[in-house]
């Protein structure tokens, strides 16, 4: 699974794709495609605080 992760504080520059293990979903849990995803400006306004 692709996820973008940070170490460090910054903007944009920081996000890195990153490989991680596939979670399983636990008791009464589901795990959900999620095909596309965006960094909004909000997001970008919070990592850079």
Do not use: H, S
């Not at 903007?11 to 009464?28: A, I, K, N, R, S």
């Not at 795990?31 to 990592?47: E, M, S, T």
């Amino acid at each position: 699974m692709r996820d973008a992760g940070f170490d460090e504080p910054g903007g944009p520059e920081v996000l890195q794709v990153l490989d991680v293990p596939t979670p399983e979903p636990g008791p009464g849990e589901v795990r959900v495609r999620v095909r596309a995803a965006r960094v909004q400006p909000f997001d970008l306004a919070v990592r850079e605080a």
